[in-house]
């Protein structure tokens, strides 16, 4: 155990990368509801992952394992509802997440590369094998550090903490000194509506919305680090609601910053990179250089995300199948003599990524519906012990609280994050454009749904025998 709590915090800050994130899906808010979805959207789906956050964290005070939902999913369902199987599709759901949110980080870090290749070479032609080549190079660079610079931690960490803020300062400044400014009235009050084919603006509103909630999320990666963090049931639970705090108040001045120094939204909407960020900064500075800049400000602190995520998902992984949940289980939970590390789960994770990322030499659009599973999935993962927990607190049935304990608040806390769940879970699998074809569809609801039935299979013929819901909290 040698990660104290500043790395802690600084691990729930990059692994969430808010900020960074709105300049990356801008122009999906932009399309839905424009800046009135973009700024009060941000603010209620902080609120949300804010009662999310305090809720798995009192969880964790309790009890900080790295498998963390579907270890309390089976913790807390009740005996008649077959734990193990609960367990088992929780943690299904929970892994394929979280190596979704890897390939999505990797592909997100390559395209804009490729992005400001283009914007500094005209003469460059940019195909989709080259984003799935520099994917693989930024999936490679993860897997060498998370082998060979394990220790390397915490340092990381810290500096992907101190450049999240530095940087969000030096973009801010830029913006706020060279860019053309808006009106106030355009920012709080002015919506974009009939720009994506839905003709209700509420629908249009709320998947705007879906910029927000879908960034904001991720914090339960410091869960995945309980065994190697010093005094767990207290710093699991800060970081990660420190890491939901900072990062909503960073992402709300960005976003401020961004539609008050937008220039012309349309031109950036209609980027030739594909980001509209990048139009936005070549309005606001003049120059190339100066969005060349400004877009790396995203990218560098996107690359620290993931080495962090990367760390998370191999020890969730390696958790998953040390406790039989996995095919072929004491393969993937096999620990490196050596280098004490879960070689193999780390193995298994830059693998299905490598895959994952041969789908944008076909479809980006097919890429994406993959990695819109990752949303998904991770609030289903939050829905379900959250729901449990607080069924067991309605019934009267209180665990010994840790020492995050959210007291006499707690009830409506886990109401309200439940409530929130189930919101951003309808309007996650709906499609962002209309007429609805094959090119924009939607694919995350089959897609989770394929995920299930594979969960489902495996139940049935080995996982019924094979997985043993662990239910000591102690066992770690």
Same mark, same amino acid.
């Given at each position: 155990?040698?990660?104290?709590?500043?790395?802690?915090?600084?691990?729930?800050?990059?692994?969430?990368?808010? *900020?960074?994130?709105? +300049?990356?899906?801008?122009?999906?808010?932009?399309?839905?509801?424009?800046?009135?979805?973009?700024?009060?959207?941000?603010?209620?789906?902080?609120?949300?992952?804010?009662?999310?956050?305090?809720?798995?964290?009192?969880?964790?005070?309790?009890?900080?394992?790295?498998?963390?939902?579907?270890? *309390?999913?089976?913790?807390?369902?009740?005996?008649?509802?077959?734990?193990?199987?609960?367990?088992?599709?929780?943690?299904?759901?929970?892994?394929?997440?979280?190596?979704?949110?890897?390939?999505?980080?990797?592909?997100?870090?390559? /395209?804009?590369? =490729?992005?400001?290749?283009?914007?500094?070479?005209?003469?460059?032609?940019?195909?989709?094998?080259?984003?799935?080549?520099?994917?693989?190079?930024?999936?490679?660079?993860?897997?060498?550090?998370?082998?060979?610079?394990?220790?390397?931690?915490?340092?990381? #960490?810290?500096?992907?903490?101190?450049?999240? =803020?530095?940087?969000? =300062?030096?973009?801010?400044?830029?913006?706020?000194?060279?860019?053309?400014?808006?009106?106030?009235?355009? =920012?709080?009050?002015?919506?974009?509506?009939?720009?994506?084919?839905?003709?209700?603006? +509420?629908?249009? *509103?709320?998947?705007?919305?879906?910029?927000?909630?879908?960034?904001?999320?991720?914090?339960?990666?410091?869960?995945?680090?309980?065994? #190697? !963090?010093?005094?767990?049931?207290?710093?699991?639970?800060?970081?990660?609601?420190?890491?939901?705090?900072?990062?909503?108040?960073?992402?709300?001045?960005?976003?401020?910053?961004?539609?008050?120094? &937008?220039?012309?939204?349309?031109?950036?909407? !209609?980027?030739?990179?594909?980001?509209?960020?990048?139009?936005?900064?070549?309005?606001?500075?003049?120059?190339?250089? +100066?969005?060349?800049?400004?877009?790396?400000? &995203?990218?560098?602190?996107?690359?620290?995300?993931?080495?962090?995520?990367?760390?998370?998902?191999?020890?969730?992984?390696?958790?998953? /199948?040390?406790?039989?949940?996995?095919?072929?289980?004491?393969?993937?939970?096999?620990?490196?003599?050596?280098?004490? !590390?879960?070689?193999?789960?780390?193995?298994?994770?830059?693998?299905?990524?490598?895959?994952?990322?041969?789908?944008?030499?076909?479809?980006?659009?097919?890429?994406?519906?993959?990695?819109?599973?990752?949303?998904?999935?991770?609030?289903?993962?939050?829905?379900?012990?959250?729901?449990?927990?607080?069924?067991?607190?309605?019934?009267?049935?209180?665990?010994?609280? +840790?020492?995050?304990?959210?007291?006499?608040?707690?009830?409506?806390?886990?109401?309200?994050?439940?409530?929130?769940?189930?919101?951003?879970?309808? *309007?996650?699998?709906?499609?962002?454009?209309?007429?609805?074809?094959?090119?924009?569809?939607?694919?995350?609801?089959?897609?989770?749904?394929?995920?299930?039935?594979?969960?489902?299979?495996?139940?049935?013929?080995?996982?019924?025998?094979?997985?043993?819901?662990?239910?000591?909290?102690?066992?770690?």
């Amino acid at each position: 155990r040698y990660i104290s709590l500043k790395p802690a915090v600084a691990f729930g800050l990059t692994v969430l990368s808010t *900020w960074e994130g709105i +300049g990356i899906t801008l122009g999906a808010g932009l399309l839905n509801g424009g800046p009135t979805a973009l700024v009060w959207g941000l603010i209620l789906a902080s609120i949300g992952s804010a009662s999310i956050a305090l809720s798995l964290g009192e969880m964790a005070s309790i009890t900080p394992v790295v498998g963390a939902q579907y270890r *309390w999913t089976g913790l807390y369902a009740p005996r008649i509802m077959t734990p193990a199987f609960w367990s088992l599709i929780q943690g299904w759901l929970t892994t394929f997440a979280w190596i979704a949110l890897c390939a999505s980080g990797s592909y997100v870090c390559s /395209a804009m590369t =490729v992005g400001l290749i283009g914007i500094n070479n005209a003469s460059y032609v940019p195909h989709l094998w080259h984003v799935t080549l520099m994917m693989w190079a930024y999936l490679a660079v993860c897997v060498i550090l998370n082998i060979y610079a394990r220790k390397l931690l915490v340092i990381i #960490e810290m500096f992907g903490g101190i450049i999240h =803020v530095a940087f969000f =300062v030096a973009t801010v400044v830029t913006l706020a000194v060279m860019g053309p400014r808006s009106s106030a009235d355009f =920012v709080f009050t002015q919506s974009f509506f009939g720009m994506s084919g839905w003709s209700n603006q +509420g629908v249009q *509103w709320c998947l705007g919305l879906l910029t927000s909630t879908s960034l904001l999320t991720g914090f339960d990666g410091v869960l995945h680090l309980s065994n #190697e !963090m010093k005094d767990a049931p207290r710093k699991v639970p800060t970081s990660m609601v420190l890491g939901v705090l900072i990062n909503a108040i960073l992402a709300f001045g960005f976003v401020l910053t961004l539609l008050f120094f &937008i220039g012309d939204p349309m031109a950036a909407l !209609m980027s030739p990179t594909g980001y509209p960020v990048i139009e936005i900064y070549l309005q606001a500075t003049g120059s190339v250089a +100066g969005a060349t800049v400004l877009t790396s400000f &995203i990218i560098i602190p996107a690359a620290v995300c993931q080495f962090s995520v990367f760390a998370s998902v191999t020890r969730l992984v390696w958790a998953f /199948a040390r406790d039989n949940g996995l095919p072929f289980s004491s393969f993937f939970s096999y620990v490196h003599p050596t280098l004490r !590390m879960p070689t193999r789960a780390l193995g298994l994770v830059a693998a299905v990524c490598a895959l994952i990322g041969l789908i944008t030499v076909g479809s980006t659009s097919a890429f994406f519906a993959v990695i819109s599973l990752g949303a998904l999935a991770l609030y289903i993962s939050y829905l379900v012990p959250v729901f449990l927990f607080l069924l067991r607190k309605l019934q009267g049935q209180h665990p010994q609280y +840790g020492p995050f304990s959210l007291g006499r608040f707690g009830i409506p806390i886990n109401i309200f994050a439940v409530c929130y769940c189930i919101f951003v879970i309808i *309007w996650l699998p709906f499609p962002a454009i209309l007429p609805v074809t094959a090119a924009n569809f939607n694919y995350a609801g089959p897609i989770m749904f394929a995920v299930i039935v594979i969960a489902l299979i495996d139940w049935f013929v080995s996982g019924r025998k094979r997985f043993q819901v662990p239910t000591d909290p102690n066992k770690e």
